[in-house]
């Protein structure tokens, strides 16, 4: 999806709350000629029936943030909690009644020319309303030419602006060859991730993903995934290396990613995974997931922070809604 964002959309900027059309960098910012910025990604899901934005793991995501944020030498004093409350407000603002993804970044702001940093760090967040990044439907992945960056190059763990150019060649990619999402090996051939998501592959009824130390982003999604998988559905997962090969005989394949969410693969590289259809592992593991991030699973209460004022009894009777996850 388009995310082509309103002009007056308020957005946090140089500490304060503006309208998107007054946060504007200058031509000789550091980050935009070098890559130097780290940014995030975090989305809230709205709950009909509770009238109600939550915004999914956000304190670890912006605790992520600040840690990779670290990688580059950037500092943002704030704190994950006061990140959380900043973003809760930029809902707030806006008046969202919608699911939105949120985008922090985090820059190196000095305007002058030459790679050397110094200390002039910035950071804006901004929210927008946003649906569905992949089609709804059994995704075509294709393996790409391009690999995944290495640790000791720029590392993949950090979200790092620059490095997203290794992700926009392979999708870019992968959409003029046909696909819904690239996947990229990492320089010993093996599989990493996603141009922009986590990869997950059932075989006789076990999840396997690669570890994190195989030059893949630290994905929160991905954690979220393997607690429901573990804790309701019993299936062992293990973390270990992935061979090109292995996706073409899996029994199933997903994605996971805050924007992607968990998506299934039925295809990849013009070969049917499983039977060709979204296999019952995928299918539940999506709709725990769902149910999860929407507040509406109570074990799960603890990964969603409501970003709008609770409403009373009343008022969600007055709107049709009024059923409470821990009322279910
Ligand atoms: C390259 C890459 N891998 C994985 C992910 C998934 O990470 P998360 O679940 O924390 O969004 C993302 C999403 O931001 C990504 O860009």
């Not at 059309?21 to 990604?41: D, K, M, N, P, S």
């Not at 580059?72 to 973003?87: D, F």
């Not at 593991?285 to 970003?307: C, D, N």
Request: some cysteine; glycine content about 10%.
């Amino acid at each position: 999806m388009k995310a082509e964002a309103d002009q007056n959309l308020i957005v946090y900027f140089g500490g304060k709350y503006v309208p998107l059309h007054e946060a504007r960098v200058g031509i000789l910012t550091h980050a935009l000629h070098y890559g130097t910025g780290v940014f995030e990604g975090i989305r809230g899901y709205w709950n009909e029936g509770e009238q109600q934005l939550f915004l999914v793991r956000p304190v670890e995501h912006y605790e992520r943030w600040k840690q990779n944020c670290g990688i580059l030498r950037i500092g943002v004093a704030e704190s994950a909690e006061q990140l959380s409350e900043i973003t809760a407000e930029l809902a707030r603002r806006n008046g969202f009644r919608t699911d939105i993804y949120v985008r922090p970044l985090a820059y190196k702001s000095a305007e002058r020319v030459g790679v050397r940093t110094d200390d002039k760090d910035a950071f804006a967040v901004v929210a927008l309303p946003f649906g569905a990044y992949l089609p709804d439907k059994g995704l075509h992945a294709g393996v790409s030419s391009w690999r995944r960056l290495e640790d000791n190059a720029i590392p993949a763990r950090g979200k790092i602006c620059g490095a997203y150019v290794n992700s926009v060649l392979a999708s870019d990619d992968a959409r003029q060859a046909g696909f819904d999402e690239a996947l990229l090996l990492n320089e010993n051939g093996q599989v990493a991730e996603g141009a922009t998501c986590n990869i997950f592959m059932v075989r006789k009824g076990k999840l396997i993903t690669p570890s994190v130390t195989e030059n893949v982003l630290e994905g929160i999604t991905r954690d979220s995934v393997m607690e429901l998988a573990r804790r309701e559905l019993g299936v062992e997962i293990t973390e270990r290396a992935i061979d090109r090969s292995e996706l073409y005989v899996c029994d199933e394949l997903f994605l996971t990613g805050t924007a992607v969410g968990v998506s299934a693969v039925v295809r990849v590289d013009h070969r049917q995974v499983g039977d060709g259809e979204i296999g019952a592992v995928t299918r539940e593991v999506r709709r725990l997931y769902f149910e999860a991030v929407h507040g509406k699973l109570p074990a799960y209460r603890k990964w969603v922070v409501p970003a709008l004022a609770a409403r009373t009894e009343a008022e969600l009777q007055a709107v049709g809604g009024g059923e409470t996850a821990q009322g279910r």
